[in-house]
């Protein structure tokens, strides 16, 4: 009974007693209602934590994406690595497919240059947001698609190695499609941004668990509060 409980035990059971079940026992719909949206909530965040959320659905730029990762087999793109980061070659034989490989291009830079970021769950893309006004970003339209040099102003190598592992990435979308971008699948940074500090503007999906954890123990006290 609640006289075996010590003074510390009794004095959260009298805060129960006060704090949720009489505040709330009016109301056993709203609170069985609110425990549940809770829940909903938690696990919301816990799969956007493990990088199954969509952050860039909303974004006007992913219309092309998509336009692009549809019409994949159309595209090719060849690159290669420079002193300071690369030259790619990106075109399609398809006049429709080609100017929506300009759009992007032309879009990505725009966006970049405001401080925003499309798959912002993933370390190699925020990670070149984060040090874009370092980044040398030259386009030239051509009939059939575009080209692209990314280079560090600087020459900084590790800033180089991120580039070219960007451009990697970029290639492995158009050969593997929804594989390579279901889910905000995340792509490593180069060891050098590791050791310099720079990943913590791309923290994985475990940087984001510990707040997910204080949500369900949130959840848990507030089922606690709405117990019959």
Same mark, same amino acid.
């Given at each position: 009974?609640?006289?075996?409980?010590?003074?510390?035990?009794?004095?959260?059971?009298?805060?129960?007693?006060?704090?949720?079940?009489?505040?709330?026992?009016?109301?056993?719909?709203?609170?069985?209602? %609110?425990?549940?949206?809770?829940?909903?909530?938690?696990?919301?965040?816990?799969?956007?934590?493990?990088?199954?959320?969509?952050?860039?659905?909303?974004?006007?730029?992913?219309?092309?994406?998509?336009?692009?990762?549809?019409?994949?087999?159309?595209?090719?793109?060849?690159?290669? /690595?420079?002193?300071?980061? !690369?030259?790619?070659?990106?075109?399609?034989?398809?006049?429709?497919?080609?100017? /929506?490989? /300009?759009?992007?291009?032309?879009?990505? /830079?725009?966006?970049?240059?405001?401080?925003?970021?499309?798959?912002?769950?993933?370390?190699?893309?925020?990670?070149?947001?984060?040090?874009?006004?370092?980044?040398?970003?030259? !386009?030239?339209?051509?009939?059939?698609?575009?080209?692209?040099?990314?280079?560090?102003?600087?020459?900084?190598?590790?800033?180089?190695?991120?580039?070219?592992?960007?451009? %990697?990435?970029?290639?492995?979308? !158009?050969?593997?499609?929804?594989?390579?971008?279901?889910?905000?699948?995340?792509?490593?940074?180069?060891?050098?941004?590791?050791?310099?500090?720079?990943?913590?503007?791309?923290?994985?999906?475990?940087?984001?668990?510990? %707040?997910?954890?204080?949500?369900?123990?949130?959840?848990?006290?507030?089922?606690?509060?709405? %117990?019959?």
């Amino acid at each position: 009974g609640s006289s075996d409980r010590t003074p510390v035990g009794r004095a959260i059971d009298q805060h129960f007693d006060t704090s949720c079940r009489s505040g709330m026992a009016p109301l056993p719909s709203l609170r069985r209602a %609110a425990v549940a949206l809770m829940y909903a909530a938690c696990w919301l965040r816990l799969i956007h934590a493990a990088g199954g959320g969509d952050a860039d659905s909303g974004k006007p730029e992913m219309d092309t994406i998509e336009y692009l990762m549809q019409n994949r087999a159309m595209i090719d793109r060849v690159w290669s /690595k420079t002193s300071s980061g !690369i030259e790619s070659t990106t075109t399609s034989t398809n006049a429709e497919t080609a100017a /929506k490989l /300009k759009q992007h291009v032309a879009e990505m /830079k725009a966006l970049v240059a405001r401080g925003e970021v499309i798959r912002e769950c993933d370390p190699a893309f925020k990670l070149l947001q984060s040090k874009h006004s370092d980044v040398q970003f030259d !386009i030239t339209d051509r009939a059939d698609g575009v080209d692209v040099r990314m280079s560090a102003k600087n020459g900084d190598q590790c800033l180089a190695e991120a580039i070219q592992g960007h451009a %990697a990435v970029v290639s492995a979308f !158009i050969a593997e499609g929804s594989a390579q971008t279901k889910n905000c699948r995340p792509h490593d940074v180069p060891p050098c941004a590791v050791e310099l500090g720079w990943t913590s503007v791309g923290a994985s999906a475990a940087g984001a668990l510990p %707040a997910s954890a204080l949500c369900w123990l949130v959840a848990l006290l507030s089922a606690l509060c709405a %117990a019959p």
